[in-house]
């Protein structure tokens, strides 16, 4: 029994826990692709601007996964919202306490999305 217990830590030390989707190997674990519904709203300060907060939950398991930062702390994502894919990258808020998607304007004329609207996302963390 012992001899399977050092197995198993060998095999762990190059896995990661990922919420729901159990152990992955470390390497492995960009491109990995979260779901989930958010209300899109404006920035206050540029009402161009529109985005939508990642659920408290989504904005955990990115936030585990993610290794390598870009700047003001972002996280570079491939996002499919109806038809249309886009790259972009999400951003910490501390006013929401979790990471935004900016959402540009192409897409949300596409989709036909509006301040308000609820939409399902998709996103890769590349």
Do not use: C, Y
């Not at 501390?94 to 036909?112: F, Y």
């Amino acid at each position: 029994m012992p001899h399977l217990l050092l197995l198993l830590w060998e095999l762990g030390k190059n896995l990661i826990w990922s919420g729901d989707r159990g152990f992955g190997p470390v390497d492995t674990l960009i491109g990995i692709e979260f779901s989930f519904a958010a209300v899109l709203w404006r920035w206050p300060k540029r009402p161009a601007w529109h985005f939508v907060t990642l659920p408290f939950d989504v904005a955990d398991e990115v936030e585990d996964v993610v290794a390598e930062r870009g700047g003001f702390d972002s996280v570079r994502v491939e996002v499919r919202v109806g038809a249309s894919v886009w790259l972009t990258s999400m951003f910490p808020s501390r006013g929401n306490q979790s990471l935004i998607l900016p959402v540009k304007r192409q897409v949300r004329d596409e989709n036909l999305l509006s301040e308000g609207d609820e939409a399902t996302f998709f996103v890769r963390v590349l």
